[in-house]
């Protein structure tokens, strides 16, 4: 198993490292070889809570947003909404994918894309000092669609796709059907407090059943066509046309 970040992942694959992964969904978009796992996905229909921009004062003041690395799809996302929305942030590349502390973002013309586990933290011990634009629900409103942040690709050349897949999909079932007993042990293991004092059987329950959803269907396809289509106008991909090979 490989648990490198989302970016490493999607590279990897990419060169042929890895036959199999759940990697960023624009590393479909920007290269549509692969067969995807049908009816898996990572995606949200609304507020995500972990893929968020922290910033102060209003976000349309915003002058520049520093952008996490590890997350292409994310990236992109943000370029869209604020193109489509018409704000004016710049969008800047990190150097480093160290979750900030308040000190770096103290300036209200400033802000930072978050993922995942930073963003979690970042939100929790924060909540007093910054406000959250949620992508989540920022997509969901004008699309009314979920957003698909992550898909299981398989390589091209990789036999007997259709048993991996069933796997995997009975993989994701499993875990569903067990997610309590999942959220004790990864409550258990986080021995030292520290930032994540908040990730409570309580929360972890929440941001599980209500922030994330693991299916890939009609909606979430369509949803992905979108920003696909989204992706093109901004320049961000070029065009073609797209053929969601599932298996």
């Known amino acids: 198993m490989d648990f490198d970040h989302p970016s490493a992942l999607c590279n990897k694959l990419a060169a042929g490292k890895l036959d199999v992964a759940l990697v960023s ?11 995807i796992v049908d009816d898996v996905c990572i995606s949200s229909d609304g507020p995500v809570y972990s893929v ?21 799809t994310s990236a992109n996302l943000l ?6 929305l018409g704000l004016p942030p710049r ?3 990190c150097s480093t994918a160290a979750w900030p502390g308040a000190a770096e973002l103290k300036t209200g013309r400033r802000a930072r894309l978050l993922i995942g586990d930073q963003a979690v933290r970042f939100r929790q011990q924060y909540a007093n000092e910054f406000s959250f634009w949620d992508l989540g629900e920022e997509w969901q409103k004008p699309v009314g669609l979920p957003f698909v942040y992550a898909l299981w690709l398989i390589r091209p050349e990789v036999g007997d796709p259709k048993r991996i897949a069933n796997r995997l999909r ?6 569903l059907a067990n997610l ?20 409570t059987h309580e929360f972890l329950s929440r941001y599980y059943r209500e922030h994330l959803r693991f299916s890939f269907g009609e909606k979430e396809k369509e949803g992905l066509r979108i ?3 989204l992706c093109v106008k901004h320049s961000l991909l070029p065009k073609r046309d797209l053929a969601l090979r599932v298996v």
């Open 52 to 72: 968020i921009v922290a910033h102060r004062g209003e976000i349309a003041q915003i002058e520049e947003i520093e952008l996490d690395p590890a997350s292409e």
């Open 180 to 199: 309590d007993d999942l959220i004790a042990e990864l409550v258990a293991r986080v021995a030292d407090p520290g930032p994540q004092k908040e990730l």
């Open 25 to 35: 969904s624009f590393e479909f978009l920007r290269n549509p070889i692969y067969r």
């Open 227 to 229: 920003f696909a289509n």
């Open 91 to 93: 969008l800047v590349q």
């Open 79 to 84: 370029s869209c909404l604020i193109a489509e």
């Open 170 to 175: 009975n993989l994701r079932d499993g875990n």
